[in-house]
């Protein structure tokens, strides 16, 4: 398969400036929307775009005391396989299980080869950090969610 251009499109995240870090900062109607558009975010402040290859099954699981803890462990995790193993996840399933104040989030899709390709600008992510993150559902079934990122 020959790789083709994708460009992650986050429907209701926005990234903010702040000294040597970015904060990424999303809402959605619901927790799964909100992990996928904030997913998009961190994909699109690495590179504006990316040459897709090919596809494989990718799942993982994280769970943290918190909604806060569970949220950084889940955009820790996918930046992980972004570095470490050169992955992409393009829409995912993403499930999201609050139960006594800790939750749990299950990730399954396709995930791609990638290259960025020359030319494309970018920032490096060195890690998503555990300062002062946000992960709320509020009432009516919409989600916010904040993390800060280390660039």
Known sequence: MSPHA????????????????MWIVGE??????TLSSMLSSLYLI????YLLGRSMPQEFEVTGASSEEAFVRFLAEALYLLDGEGVVLVDPTIVVQPRDGSMKIRVSGKGHRFKIPEGVSGIEVK???YHDPVFTMCPGGTCRARVLVDI
């Open 6 to 21: 994708w460009r992650p499109s986050p429907q209701c995240s926005h990234t903010e400036e702040h000294t040597a870090d």
């Open 28 to 33: 959605g109607e619901g927790c799964s929307e």
């Open 46 to 49: 690495i590179a504006e775009e």
């Open 127 to 129: 890690a998503i950090t």
